[in-house]
């Protein structure tokens, strides 16, 4: 069981424009069966933790469907409406609690963190993050939510492409021993 940050980026280093939006990554040429791709890294997943603008996000793009099955975590300040199914649970906890939920709650699978880079380095922060998962698209915003805004020492283990991606999987140095 192992922690993972898996997002995509602009070449200069964004997840999402200024205005939290994905539009820029949803045009690119992606293959859903080719490697390190969402459908493969999915199934390993047992739980999900996301900051509110990700929720958001989700939300508005699946206009109210929500698409997870595993109990998902929503890191807020924000009064938010729940999804009519599934199980997402509202938190302003420290990560280090629900980390320990969610790794009850994920019965022996691995744990995402959707988004957003703050909230990823908040679990990197608390020694919680393991891997970090990049798929690097072929465009530059110049401005937006940073991938990761804090410095984190990474060992890289795994690229591949993926038609016009870079795709690039890194250990977090000094993590936990897996």
Known sequence: MATHFYTASSLDGFIATAEHSLDWLLTQDFDENGPMAY???IRGVGAL???ASTFEWVMDHEMGRWQYTQPTW???HRDLSPPEQGDVRFTQA???QVHAEMTAAAEGKDIWIVGGGDLAGQFADAGLLDEVWVQYAPVTLGSGAPL???RLDLELIEVARNRSFLCSRYRVAGGRDL
Do not use: S
């Open 39 to 41: 459908p493969g890294f």
């Open 94 to 96: 420290d990560v280090r």
């Open 148 to 150: 990761l805004p804090r």
């Open 49 to 51: 933790a996301m900051g």
């Open 74 to 76: 929503v890191f807020t």
